[in-house]
């Protein structure tokens, strides 16, 4: 069983590749930035506080972000394994990370930092869409849902998220660099960062991670 961080700048392709390790090792997806859109949608005060940051494109602030991860950790459902897709995303968040599991006698087993160019990652990004019920990603040109705006899935409803525009994404492309980047040292000093090519297809990226991980 796996304690597994998927890292990488956005569109990298870490939700796309939790929801298929999620149900290969049976392991809950942990995606702040799907709690948080999900909060926004139902418009708890948690989602009107976060709003203004991710429409942005900025970080919400560590305290948020921690608690609601640790609380998330402490279900039943953690206890043999997750998957953090999109935390820890400061280095503050990662120690805080870290003292959460020291205190239960755990650690995290790989760091999985899917790397890719921002040129191809811009052209993801701005081609994303995304199902609003269940979450399934697809891609306008190269991963259409079958019928136009409805999730093959769950017959959900298919939008753009609101921070998938150009100018957002040059800025989270920013913040990722200056916030987030310096995590792949954080956990190169650590010994279980696993750099895996994230420019091919969701399944051309799959193939490596599990070779990569012996599984
Ligand atoms: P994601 O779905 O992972 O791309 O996250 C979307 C947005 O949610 C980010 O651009 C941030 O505004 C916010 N967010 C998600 N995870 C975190 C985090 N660990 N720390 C701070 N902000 C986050």
Do not use: W
């Not at 239960?104 to 990004?125: C, N, T």
């Not at 939008?159 to 525009?165: H, I, K, L, S, V």
């Amino acid at each position: 069983m796996f304690r597994l961080i998927l890292l990488g700048p956005p569109g990298a392709g870490k939700g796309t590749l939790a929801s298929t390790l999620s149900v290969k090792f049976n392991a809950p997806h942990i995606s702040t930035g799907s709690v948080f859109r999900r909060n926004i949608k139902e418009g708890t005060r948690l989602g009107m506080r976060v709003k203004k940051y991710m429409d942005k494109g900025e970080l919400v602030p560590d305290e948020i972000v921690i608690n609601i991860v640790t609380d998330r950790l402490d279900e039943d459902d953690c206890a043999t394994g997750f998957l953090l897709d999109g935390f820890p995303r400061t280095v503050h968040q990662a120690e805080e990370l870290d003292k959460y599991l020291e205190s239960r006698g755990l650690a995290i087993d790989r760091v999985i930092d899917l790397v890719a160019d921002e040129e191809l990652l811009m052209q993801r990004m701005i081609n994303r869409r995304v199902c609003k019920s269940c979450g399934r990603i697809y891609h306008v040109i190269t991963m259409p849902p079958k019928q136009e705006g409805i999730c093959d899935v769950c017959g959900g409803e298919i939008y753009q998220r609101a921070d998938d525009t150009e100018e957002t994404v040059r800025n989270r492309f920013a913040v990722y660099q200056s916030q987030t980047a310096p995590l792949i040292e954080y956990y190169r000093k650590a010994g279980n960062l696993l750099a895996i090519d994230g420019s091919g297809t969701p399944d051309e990226t799959l193939e490596l991670v599990v070779e990569a991980l012996g599984v």
